[in-house]
């Protein structure tokens, strides 16, 4: 049974910083692609991060420069480094593996002063 588990829920001030992580289990982890995504109230599901088996990397535009995702196979967990954040960035943050239908079940991520 695949399992994604994502933990780092949190409200952060305009500028702070955060973790959030991804635990998979019942896949084989390191020939997974991973990614994570997130939906703000009201819109649709959007790209954030990937990274990809051999640990390359692709970001949507808006959080370029400011989010980092990174893989730790031995612990079968993809983490997503947020710094610099915004008002914008508040959502509820879900971990994916990419061509497949799974997620984790979210993470609420707020972001206020």
């Known amino acids: 049974q695949v399992q994604l588990v994502e933990s780092g829920v949190g409200l952060v001030q305009p500028g702070g910083s955060l973790r959030l992580s991804c635990a998979a289990s019942g896949i084989i982890f390191s020939i997974n692609a991973m990614g994570w995504y997130r939906q703000a109230s009201g819109k649709q599901r959007e790209f954030v991060a990937g990274?990809?088996?051999?640990?390359?990397?692709n970001y949507a535009d808006y959080v370029k420069g400011r989010f980092t995702i990174s893989r730790d196979n031995a612990k079968k967990t993809v983490y997503l480094q947020m710094n610099n954040l915004k008002y914008e960035d508040t959502a509820v943050y879900y971990c994916h593996i990419f061509v497949s239908a799974y997620w984790g079940q979210g993470t609420q991520v707020t972001v206020s002063s």
């Open positions: 990274i990809s088996n051999s640990g390359n990397t």
